[in-house]
């Protein structure tokens, strides 16, 4: 609820920002910024995607450590009962399995994570990549000022376009 004004403001002015870095880049770069606007395009889904797939994750180590954390508590509610019964080694091997079956979700969410953090991050260098070669290959010369301008207009893209 509290990014709620914050992000509130980002519909109307997204349009607005995306127009006016479109226009400084086809300025800057010709047709050739339509290549990374189409990279920032394809890695949309993309990203939509890693992040249903992390949310999936997140849910079922959620599941496994309650599952855990369950039999944790009834583990030290009954401790009594399970003293006298010396059911110690029983209950210990199910909490056991449980624990490797939470590391394992874990194991995945971490991995999930990161594929999620360096997707994100390598973005401007496939979009750096998609317009320079586009702009190479269609016979300019691309000097270090140019290349600079357009980093920062694509930078400027990428956050209404993540959103």
């Keep these: 609820m509290q990014d709620l004004m914050t992000y509130l403001h980002a519909v109307w002015y997204s349009f607005f920002q995306i127009s006016l870095a479109v226009y400084?880049?086809?300025?800057?770069v010709g047709p050739s910024c339509l290549a990374g606007v189409i990279v920032i395009i394809v890695l949309i889904p993309t990203t939509k995607f890693v992040a249903a797939w992390l949310a999936k994750i997140q849910k079922l180590l959620m599941k496994a450590r309650d599952d855990r954390v369950a039999l944790n508590n009834e583990i030290l509610g009954s401790m009594k009962v399970i003293k006298i019964q010396a059911w110690e080694e029983n209950f210990r091997s199910k909490l056991m399995k449980l624990r490797q079956h939470e590391l394992t979700r874990l194991w995945r969410y971490f991995f999930a994570g990161a594929c999620s953090v360096s997707m994100y991050g390598s973005t401007p260098l496939l979009v750096a990549?998609?317009?320079?070669?586009?702009?190479?290959?269609?016979?300019?010369n691309l000097d270090v000022a140019e290349a600079l301008t357009a980093l920062a207009l694509f930078d400027i893209l990428r956050f209404?376009?993540?959103m």
Excluded at 129 to 140: I, Q, R, V
């Design 160 to 162: 209404p376009l993540f």
């Design 129 to 140: 990549l998609g317009t320079f070669a586009a702009y190479t290959l269609s016979g300019n």
């Design 24 to 28: 400084f880049l086809w300025g800057q």
